[in-house]
């Protein structure tokens, strides 16, 4: 996932429980109802946003290994051409 679709996705859900939350609050329920149902809403967006920033860490760090690797690679290759030419 790209880190522009991940900031997207983390708005989206921003947005889905901000507005959770203006439906409860305009739903016809007594306040004490109410406020736990906020404070559900919000704890369940807490997770979802914890849950997909740690998914965001681990694949930034398998694509900085990857990376790592190829440019491992690369520097092999360059020496064993350097090393051909030298003779």
């Known amino acids: 996932m790209r880190e522009e679709d991940s900031g997207k996705l983390a708005w989206f859900f921003a947005g889905a429980a901000i507005g959770a939350a203006i ?3 305009y739903a016809p329920a007594p306040g004490r109802d ?10 369940k967006g807490k997770e979802r946003l914890a849950e997909k920033s740690r998914d965001l860490v681990e694949k930034g760090k398998e694509l900085y290994e990857r990376g ?8 092999e290759v360059i020496e064993s051409g350097r090393k051909l030419v030298k003779g």
């Open 68 to 75: 790592r690797q190829m440019a491992e690679d690369a520097s």
């Open 34 to 43: 109410t406020r736990r149902k906020i404070g559900q809403t919000a704890s």
């Open 23 to 25: 439906a409860l609050l």
